[in-house]
């Protein structure tokens, strides 16, 4: 039977055929109301003379934003990670990435306080062999669509840790990596990390 004929048949399903019809009308209609792919993917690379590199994996799902980070050849200890305006790499020093990502001018501050830009993600620990890891899930970022999306923006590691309270950057020094966000199809791959630092932050 056509697409055609079972969208007919199933429209005119009598109740009690309701039951028996239903799983062949659900894979026969045409799905309305898939969500577009909300994945995107900064690929960072080294500022001169760092060797820091990974990626960051951004997946929107209908409430909140899953970021999931992992760098290497990061000297040990706690570094500053922030979205950037401004989705240039282009300069050895990624200096041209503007400041932190601030659609609503928030002050600068921890991902999980009551006020900080959109781009605060606090910071990134790596251990003895330089690997860091950061499992969050915010609400104040998307993928896609509206003021606070990622799209564009660059993912910034810096040399020192984020202090989270000093203005406007948690003066957390020079950009050891830079990457820029950019739109994926495929869905990101999760559940990958057990063991890194996980937590639903809120704010903004
Ligand atoms: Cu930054
Ligand atoms: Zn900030």
């Not at 062999?129 to 509206?146: A, K, S």
């Not at 020079?174 to 932050?201: H, Y």
């Amino acid at each position: 039977m056509s697409k055609r004929l079972w969208r007919i048949a199933c429209r005119l399903a009598l109740p009690g055929l309701l039951v028996a019809t239903g799983t062949l009308c659900a894979q026969t209609v045409p799905r309305t109301d898939r969500r577009p792919a909300r994945n995107a993917i900064a690929i960072l690379r080294p500022t001169k003379g760092t060797n820091v590199k990974g990626t960051v994996h951004f997946h929107e799902s209908r409430h909140n934003t899953h970021i999931f980070a992992n760098l290497t050849g990061l000297p040990p200890g706690r570094h500053g990670i922030h979205i950037h305006e401004i989705g240039d790499c282009s300069a050895p020093d990624a200096g041209n990435d503007g400041g932190h990502f601030n659609p609503q001018v928030h002050k600068h501050g921890a991902p999980d306080a009551s006020d900080h830009h959109a781009g605060d993600l606090g910071n990134i620990e790596a251990d003895a062999q330089g690997r860091g890891r950061l499992d969050w899930t915010v609400d104040f970022l998307t993928v896609w669509g509206g003021p606070n999306s990622v799209i564009g923006k660059t993912v910034i590691v810096h040399a020192q840790q984020d202090d989270l309270q000093s203005q406007p950057d948690g003066n957390s020094g020079s950009r050891l990596a830079c990457g820029k966000v950019q739109l994926k199809t495929k869905p990101s791959r999760k559940g990958s990390n057990r063991s890194a630092k996980t937590g639903v932050l809120s704010g903004s």
